[in-house]
């Protein structure tokens, strides 16, 4: 079981809203690069997606169950099919995104019991957990040419130092698709 997280992020290190969902002042700054940027299995998950779990917080949850379910090309159709797990304290019923389930306990146990590879997509503080717990074994960064100075960041300051490895790097678009490995 590996643990990889997939992040849209602005050269400065901003995820936060990069769709404009979130309202904020500057949210939307990936879309605004065209469809050939963000379409698709951008990160190169593959089997992943196939043979794994995506693991959400609540508001990525929410926007992605409002987003995936009335699409229908061949990568909405694998989203709609992979299981989920919600990292949520509010919700009681994730039923109306199909194979959606509520993490049950403790998000860290959860993710330390699971034996399927796990997507982490969004959920920025969910990622910080895993952080915390030096539970990210890969980074998928989708990098744009963008620099916003303010928002929130993948890794913020005042954390430990963390070292990693380059698998790869390519132009996606607009954007740079990066895969970090633990050093």
């Known amino acids: 079981m590996s643990v990889v997280v997939i992040q849209f ?17 500057t949210g939307g700054w990936a879309f605004r690069h ?7 299995d951008k990160f190169r998950l593959g089997a992943l997606l196939d043979e794994g779990v995506l693991l959400l917080g609540r508001t990525t949850w929410e926007l992605f169950a409002r987003l995936w379910p009335g699409r229908e090309d061949p990568f909405a159709a694998r989203m709609n099919a992979v299981p989920k797990l919600v990292a949520t304290r509010t919700l009681t019923d994730v039923s109306v995104w199909a194979n959606s389930e509520i993490v049950d306990g403790d998000l860290i146990d959860a993710v330390k019991q699971e034996r399927r590879d796990i997507i982490v997509t969004g959920s920025l503080s969910v990622v910080h957990r895993l952080v915390a717990e ?19 960041r993948l890794f913020p300051a005042g954390g430990p130092p963390e070292h990693l490895r380059c698998l790869s790097a390519e132009q996606a678009g607009a954007a740079v698709l990066a895969r970090y490995q633990r050093a």
């Not at 992020?9 to 404009?20: A, E, K, Q, R």
């Not at 030096?134 to 928002?151: H, S």
């Open 34 to 40: 065209g469809p050939e940027t963000v379409a698709g």
């Open 9 to 25: 992020m602005t050269l400065d290190g901003i995820v936060s809203d990069p769709d404009g969902s979130g309202g904020t002042p």
């Open 134 to 152: 030096d539970l990210v074994d890969e980074y998928r960064l989708l990098t744009f040419p963008t620099v916003l100075r303010d928002g929130r």
